[in-house]
């Protein structure tokens, strides 16, 4: 478990992050997960961690949420330490979107407040118009009331992650970390999802963790290519196709499946 210090510091109010030389691994006897990783993450920036199954990138994502210890001073907040601050307040600066939304068997409203709990039914509606449920929420004969079966059985796949994107949006932390968001999705629900995450998170700053080289990836600030848990490229994503790399080699097998 990770342990709060004895005495945290006041909870940050910015969400810049930078991380300085990161490496670790989850026993000694194994290989890292992640080998002298730098990242800058300052407010409204947004980077793309792209890779295959196992190169790293969710084991950063659960590093900055506190999920694992990390050396003094590799990873900062707001300018100082990660592990001078309660692990509450640091997780309250960052909203997940994850290739699992949970649902609960609950009614909508219910699992919504589940971000804020104090959200009025006006600030509930406009989550759900800004992560683009408008068509349907229109469809619910009890509207906010309405019953989302045993673990949000009754919704789609694309509807789930669009939820977890209206739970975002009412949660309105500074950083958000997107964890495969359109895995097992088509390709057209995916590219719906995308555009709501571009309108309902405007302005924030983003860490897209993902190995689907989309639409999403392509508009980032920055790309950073892992392979084992190591940085082999990072650029922007023209550039990055133009050094015909392993980006551009992943970029190539992907679009020719989708081709076929």
């Known amino acids: 478990a990770v342990a709060d210090p004895p005495a945290p510091l006041s909870a940050p109010t910015g969400a810049g992050l930078r ?15 992640l080998c002298d990783l730098d990242l800058d993450l300052p407010p409204g920036r947004r980077v793309a961690l792209v890779g295959v199954s196992g190169a790293g990138k969710t084991t950063l994502a659960n590093l900055l949420l506190r999920f694992w210890d990390v050396p003094p001073g590799v990873i900062e907040l707001n300018g100082k330490d990660i592990r001078a ?18 649902i609960f068997t609950a009614t909508l409203a219910q699992n919504l407040r589940l971000a804020r709990p ?42 789930r992650q669009r939820l977890s994107v209206a739970r975002a949006v ?36 983003w860490l897209l963790v993902t190995h689907q080289l989309d639409g999403l990836v392509e508009r980032r600030d920055e790309i950073i290519v892992l392979e084992a848990g190591r940085v082999v490229q990072r650029d922007a994503h ?23």
């Open 19 to 33: 991380v300085r030389g990161l490496t670790f691994q989850y026993a000694p006897d194994l290989p890292p997960a």
């Open 85 to 102: 601050y309660a692990t509450e307040d640091v997780r309250a600066r960052m909203a997940v979107i994850s290739q699992s939304t949970y």
């Open 118 to 159: 104090s959200a009025t039914d006006a600030e509930l509606l406009f989550a759900l118009r800004a992560a683009g449920l408008d068509d349907w929420f229109a469809t619910l004969p009890a509207g906010l009331d309405e019953w989302l079966g045993e673990r949000g059985a009754r919704m789609s796949g694309g509807e």
């Open 170 to 205: 009412l949660l309105d932390a500074p950083l958000v970390i997107l964890d495969e968001p359109a895995a097992h999705l088509d390709a057209s629900t995916a590219a719906r999802l995308g555009r709501s995450l571009e309108q309902a998170l405007a302005g924030k700053t």
């Open 238 to 260: 023209h550039a990055l196709l133009s050094q015909n790399g392993p980006y551009a080699a992943m970029h190539r097998l992907q679009h020719t499946r989708l081709a076929d």
